[in-house]
Every structure is written in structure tokens, then in C-alpha cells.
Nanobody, 123 residues
Framework: QVQLVESGGGSVQAGGSLRLSCEASGYTVSSGCMGWVRQAARKEREWVAGICRSGGTYYADNVKDRFTISKDNAKNTLYLQMNSLKPEDTAMYYC?????????????????WGQGTQVTVSS
């Protein structure tokens, strides 16, 4: 059974930083693709970033140059370093994973989801 457990969310002022972590069990982070999807209140889910087996990283335009996705295969953990946070980054952030490495990574359709961690950025 795949479990993805996020941590690291919280409240921060605009311009601040947070690092989200996602510890995986029942899934090997080096095997497929993983990502982060967020959902703000009363809005649709939004893909944020992704990383696949090759290590290539991909970002939504509105977080590129501010967020960095990475993984530690030894710890079987996915990370999202978020810098220069803005109020519009406020959302529930979900860790996601899938086995396919061929489908588009810029998607909110993933096989596995964590429970989410809240990020709140105040102005």
C-alpha cells in the first residue's frame, strides 16, 4: 500500500521560505515520477512541479525560479523548497506519485496522493 506523508507546511510572511517534505512508503521515489499539486480555497487543483526517474525537473511558470523540487533516494523522500513566497502561493500542497514515466508530468492526474500540508503566506 502506497503512503505519502507530507510535512513542513506552515504560516510565513511574504518573501519567506518553507521546505515541504514527502516521505514515501510502498513506493520508491527513484522509480517513477513524483510531483506537487496545490489547491487554494475555492479554486481548482493546480500542478506545481514534478520530477521523474531521470532526475529532470519541471515547474509551473508561476513558481519557476522560486521553487525547487528534489528527492533523496536513500531517504525515499521528495522535497519542495519554496522561496520568495507570495500570498497567492497560499494553498494545501499535496505530494503526488505515479508509476508511469511517459505521460505528461504537467497534470493533476496522479495515481497516489498524500493527505496534504497547508501553506499560508501573509502579506
Amino acid at each position: 500500500q502506497v503512503q505519502l506523508v507530507e510535512s513542513g507546511g506552515g504560516s510565513v510572511q511574504a518573501g519567506g521560505s518553507l521546505r515541504l517534505s514527502c516521505e514515501a512508503s510502498g513506493y520508491t521515489v527513484s522509480s517513477g515520477c513524483m510531483g506537487w499539486v496545490r489547491q487554494a480555497a475555492r479554486k481548482e487543483r493546480e500542478w506545481v512541479a514534478g520530477i521523474c526517474r531521470s532526475g529532470g525537473t519541471y515547474y509551473a511558470d508561476n513558481v519557476k525560479d522560486r521553487f525547487t523540487i528534489s528527492k533523496d533516494n536513500a531517504k525515499n523522500t521528495l522535497y519542495l523548497q519554496m522561496n520568495s513566497l507570495k500570498p497567492e502561493d497560499t494553498a494545501m500542497y499535496y505530494c503526488t506519485a505515479r508509476n508511469s514515466t511517459t505521460a505528461s508530468i504537467r497534470t493533476v492526474n496522479w495515481d497516489y496522493w498524500g493527505q496534504g500540508t497547508q501553506v499560508t503566506v501573509s502579506s
